[in-house]
């Protein structure tokens, strides 16, 4: 697997995980809703098994991961208005289904047949997205 590819998957890995589990705490600790957030929590651990099928040590994501010289790092927080709960949830929830897509994408290039596992975990997010909505 290329460089690339690594930093791609490590990337939306990371940025899928992290929305996931912000939408997990506000089920949480906003919500107070114990069987939505066990639903976060569970997809949340789903992600990291779709990942760690496919045929490469964690190391070597960690390894490719290049920060410090991310083009796409130094850009800018536009937004500087404070978002209310439900801008929070939402932001976090298309934040983590645009990554399972990519992630989706580009394990078609790694490993074709871990392609299914991404796109059942970004309908779920589809799913959870109109319950969570809901509670507003």
Partial sequence: MSREL????????????????VAEDISRFYFADSRLTSRFKRLRHDLTKALLVF????????????????????GLIRDKK??????????????????S????EV???AEPSRAAAFQRIRFRLYELEKESLRKF
């Fill in 101 to 104: 897509r990519v992630l989706e």
């Fill in 55 to 74: 045929k490469l040590p964690y190391k070597n994501l960690v390894e490719a991961r290049n920060s410090a010289e991310d083009v796409g790092r130094r």
């Fill in 82 to 99: 404070r978002p209310g709960w439900k801008d929070l949830l939402v932001s976090n929830l298309k934040r983590a289904e645009e990554a």
């Fill in 6 to 21: 690594l930093r791609i998957i490590d990337a939306n890995y990371n940025r899928a995980k992290e929305a996931v589990r």
């Fill in 107 to 109: 394990s078609k290039m």
